[in-house]
């Protein structure tokens, strides 16, 4: 069955470290992996994409890598701040439109 | 522009009764997408809609759901009859075909039914 799987439910962090997210998926071949951003009782924000053909893009302190033999995403935020807090989901766009989320880590960054 | 809007953005109702959900895509995306999200599932693609158009519905979970897109501009997502197991957030999204297609969402509506 297909599935998408993200590290460790929560993950806690201290201030100025990196925190690393991970993204794992089975029987999908995606066209593109995207990372949002969710705040509670809010919907998800749209942060970054990444091509299957593409390993690494970054953006300001955000760095999202693509290993499609590992059928794996990382996602990465330099000098965490606690105003990153909130929770992350993974989502893989299939050559037919069709968007499937990740159940999301939730980061907090500890001041 | 004014995002993706959905309403109402809170609902409570009593088993057996009639819920519709609303949503209006953000002007100039021809693709829509109904997601519902719990705890335990986390967000679920319930069917999506190119150019008005039902394209895949096999996310709908039984035949007391229903959605439909009668134009370009509005959506809705219809349970009945509702039952306690479908409280959840349900959320919309639009994005415009053609692109890298990121999915721009609405708050939600919280359903909670009794």
């Known amino acids: 069955s297909q599935k998408i799987e993200q590290n460790s439910e929560a993950l806690n962090i201290q201030e100025g470290k990196t925190a690393t997210l991970t993204c794992n998926y089975t029987n999908y071949s995606p066209a593109y992996l995207q990372w949002y951003r969710q705040d509670p009782g809010r919907g998800p924000v749209f942060l970054l994409l990444i091509r299957e053909n593409e390993k690494e893009k970054r953006k300001e302190r955000l760095k999202v890598t693509f290993d499609t033999t590992l059928k794996q995403s990382l996602f990465h935020i330099t000098a965490s701040q606690p105003a990153d807090s909130a929770t992350y989901l993974c989502a893989l766009r299939t050559g037919g439109n069709q968007f499937y989320f990740g159940t999301g880590t939730s980061l907090t960054v500890i001041p | 522009d004014a995002g993706v809007i959905q309403s109402p953005r809170h609902e409570v109702t009593e088993m057996g009764q009639e819920v519709t959900l609303r949503c209006k895509p953000i002007s100039g995306h021809n693709s829509l997408f109904w997601y519902r999200q719990t705890m335990m599932r986390g967000l679920e693609l319930l069917i999506y809609?190119?150019?008005?158009?039902?394209?895949?519905d096999s996310g709908m979970p039984e035949d007391r759901f229903s959605a439909k897109m009668p134009n370009a501009s509005f959506s809705t997502l219809k349970i009945q009859p509702s039952e306690p197991r479908d409280s959840a957030v349900y959320f919309c999204?639009?994005?415009?075909?053609?692109?890298?297609?990121?999915?721009?969402f609405g708050e939600g509506s919280r359903l909670t039914v009794l």
């Open positions: 809609f190119n150019n008005n158009v039902p394209i895949d």
């Open positions: 999204a639009s994005s415009r075909q053609g692109t890298t297609g990121e999915l721009f």
